[in-house]
C-alpha cells in the first residue's frame, strides 16, 4: 500500500510540472473598466447580458475572467431613525486579465478597448447599484463607474 501512495506521489508531481518551453511566464490583475452596458430597469427572473468594455494595454494582456461581489448597503432616513433601513444591494464587477512576461518583451502595444459579456440573473427584487472597477486614484483608492439598476416584478 505504502509503494502505492508513493508511485502515486510521484506520478502526480511528475504530472504537475510545467514545461515552460516558451519562456513565458504569467500573472493576473484587474484592468480598469472603461463602460458598461447596464439597463437602468430589469425584471425579476430574467437573465441579462452586461456587456463590459476594458483596457487592454497590450498584446500580453487576455481576458481571464470577470470577479463579481456583492454586498447589501443599509441606509436610515436621519428624519425617520424609526422607519425601516433601505436596503441596496451593490454589485462589483472586476475584469481580470492573464498578463503574459515574456522574456524577449514581445508585446505589442495595443491601447484599445476590449470587451467582455456577463450574464447576469436577477434573483431579488430592490434597489442595486452596479459597481465596476475603474482603475485608482492619486491616492491608491480603488474608483469604481456605479450604474443604479432598479429590479422590479
Known amino acids: 500500500m505504502k509503494k502505492l501512495l508513493l508511485l502515486f506521489v510521484a506520478t502526480l508531481t511528475l504530472a504537475s510540472c510545467d514545461s ?52 447589501i448597503e443599509e441606509t436610515i432616513d436621519e428624519d425617520n431613525p424609526d422607519e425601516e433601513p433601505t436596503v441596496t444591494r451593490i454589485i462589483t464587477f472586476a475584469i481580470i486579465n492573464k ?9 505589442e502595444d495595443l491601447d484599445q478597448i476590449a470587451q467582455t459579456p456577463v450574464n ?7 434597489s442595486y447599484i452596479f459597481r465596476f472597477w475603474a482603475g485608482t486614484d492619486e491616492d491608491g483608492e480603488s474608483i469604481f463607474l456605479e450604474y443604479p439598476v432598479q429590479i422590479s416584478e
Do not use: H, R, W
Not at 484592468?31 to 498584446?59: C, G, K, L, R, W
Not at 498578463?99 to 508585446?107: A, F, L, R, T
Open 120 to 126: 447576469f440573473e436577477t434573483l431579488e427584487t430592490g
Open 20 to 71: 515552460n518551453d516558451d519562456n513565458t511566464d504569467y500573472y493576473y490583475d484587474a484592468v480598469p473598466t472603461v463602460s458598461a452596458d447596464v439597463p437602468a430597469t430589469m425584471e425579476i427572473d430574467q437573465t441579462y447580458n452586461i456587456t463590459i468594455d476594458y483596457s487592454q494595454p497590450t498584446s500580453c494582456y487576455s481576458y481571464a475572467t470577470t470577479n463579481i461581489e456583492s454586498s
Open 99 to 107: 498578463i503574459e512576461v515574456k522574456s524577449d518583451n514581445e508585446c
